[in-house]
């Protein structure tokens, strides 16, 4: 199994910046595809940015485009996303998953298999 855990989150006014780490443990695969979703109340689990190891390849959603970074450190098993201007509609609770293939970058959660329990990002206006 894989355990991923989520940190980095909080309470930020609009404008600011948010670096999300997201850390693996326990079972590791040569291969894969960590995502970042996020979900506000009451919506649905919306794809945010994927990177590939070990390809590096990324995706990202249009909605984040030019303000969000994914990226990775292999030595220490944990997946970034760099949040800058922040806005009010990106206040959700951010999760990371892992998805075994390296080569999809999916972009829908039935795209991965392992999930964190996921952090809280707010932003005020």
């Known amino acids: 199994q894989v355990q991923l855990v989520e940190s980095g989150g909080g309470l930020v006014q609009a404008g600011a910046s948010l670096r999300l780490s997201c850390a693996a443990s326990g079972r590791t695969f040569v291969g894969h595809t960590t995502g970042w979703f996020r979900q506000a109340p009451g919506k649905e689990r919306d794809f945010v940015a994927a990177?590939?190891?070990?390809?590096?390849?990324?995706a990202y959603a249009d909605s984040v485009k030019g303000r969000f970074t994914i990226s990775r450190d292999n030595a220490k098993n944990t997946v970034y996303l760099q949040m800058n201007s922040l806005k009010p509609e990106d206040t959700a609770v951010y999760y990371c998953a892992v998805d075994r293939n390296p080569l999809r970058l999916g972009q829908h959660d039935s795209d991965y298999e392992y999930w964190g329990q996921g952090t809280q990002v707010t932003v005020s206006s």
């Open positions: 990177i590939s190891r070990p390809y590096g390849r990324t």
